[in-house]
């Protein structure tokens, strides 16, 4: 069983080096696929996170945490974000007798409708654009301590008459200590444009992200934390803006002030890292919170910094249902809402 382990991490690593090597310089294709779409990550302030707790919606995005005590859990997400721009996600799991534990998914963002204008400004007509994306997962519990799993995606995306398609996989795998801590290796969207929304056009890479996530539930306190490590492949994952650069600007010259080798490598470093906890209020009440140090540098104001970059949110359950909202501060005009309702259909049949 070890073996069939190792073979597998070094089958993920080999996968993500094969998909960083085909990116071109910031340019990608199906961007909504990086998105935190479940309540529950969002206040994680990430895309992924490690729990092994049977949460449908931790394991929508990491496909080792799929588990027989799934079976036939449902789960409902929307997001209401910038702009009119809404997005979800409708999901189902199963567990088959011979084949394992699924996870089927719908994923999609709409954005709304759009009037047709011409150079005149004379209008006429509206047309509308969205994003899908139907997944299928599937997770195995190895032995004790190892699980593994891979989500296929089939993407379609069409902006008024111009469309796309695409394909994509998560594979993942999942370390749980006797002591409760938890590892998850995760390599998401691997994949590639099969169609360009123009004929002829060049196609482009998926948002690919090699992260290392991590948990531990306290032994004597009710509170979990999380860490997040984003992009192992990727050392330098920042970009350089004339008009705010990292170090400020200098109020007597107005020239940029250049960063000291150190400042610049704590913040290449700390670009990578989304700190989260959970704090466990009996049974039925969860409070989550997190920190990405990288939205905070790329979306805030100087002058205004605010909550950029934190998150918050709870966890509730009521009967058979658990319900989940968050908020998270990407800019100081407003923070997109993310709402989530689970339940057990077994539970709600009995």
Do not use: C
Request: no cysteine; proline share 4%.
């Amino acid at each position: 069983m070890k073996y069939k382990t190792l073979f597998f991490l070094s089958f993920l690593l080999l996968f993500g080096s094969y998909a960083v090597s085909g990116q071109n310089s910031g340019t990608e294709a199906f961007t909504f696929l990086q998105e935190p779409v479940t309540a529950r990550l969002a206040a994680l302030g990430t895309d992924v996170a490690a729990v092994n707790d049977n949460d449908i919606n931790i394991a929508s995005a990491n496909p080792s945490l799929i588990t027989p005590e799934m079976n036939n859990d449902f789960s409902l997400a929307y997001v209401n974000y910038f702009a009119g721009l809404n997005y979800g996600l409708v999901q189902f799991s199963h567990t088959f007798e011979k084949a394992g534990s699924f996870l089927f998914g719908i994923q999609f963002m709409s954005y709304g409708e759009f009037d047709y204008a011409d150079a005149s400004g004379n209008r006429g007509g509206t047309f509308s654009a969205a994003d899908y994306a139907i997944n299928v997962g599937w997770g195995r519990k190895l032995n004790d301590h190892f699980s593994i799993g891979a989500t296929g995606k089939f993407i379609y995306s069409y902006y008024e008459t111009y469309n796309s398609v695409g394909l994509a996989v998560d594979v993942a795998g999942t370390y749980q200590s006797a002591t409760n801590w938890i590892f998850s290796l995760t390599a998401a969207n691997v994949g590639l444009q099969l169609k360009p929304y123009v004929s002829g056009a060049p196609t482009y890479p998926l948002p690919f992200n090699l992260s290392l996530s991590l948990s531990k539930r306290l032994e004597h306190m009710p509170f979990r934390f999380f860490l997040v490590y984003n992009h192992i492949e990727q050392w330098k994952v920042s970009y350089y803006d004339s008009i705010s650069p990292p170090a400020g600007i200098d109020p007597i010259t107005g020239e940029p002030v250049k960063q000291s080798g150190f400042s610049e490598f704590t913040d290449d470093l700390m670009r990578h890292f989304v700190f989260g906890g959970e704090l466990l209020i009996g049974k039925h009440l969860v409070l989550r919170g997190s920190y990405n140090y990288r939205r905070r540098k790329e979306l805030s104001i100087s002058q205004r910094v605010g909550m950029v970059g934190f998150s918050w949110g709870l966890g509730l359950k009521i009967s058979h249902f658990r319900f989940d909202y968050s908020r998270s501060t990407y800019h100081r005009t407003g923070s997109p809402n993310y709402f989530t309702l689970s339940m057990s259909l077994d539970e709600f049949r009995k």
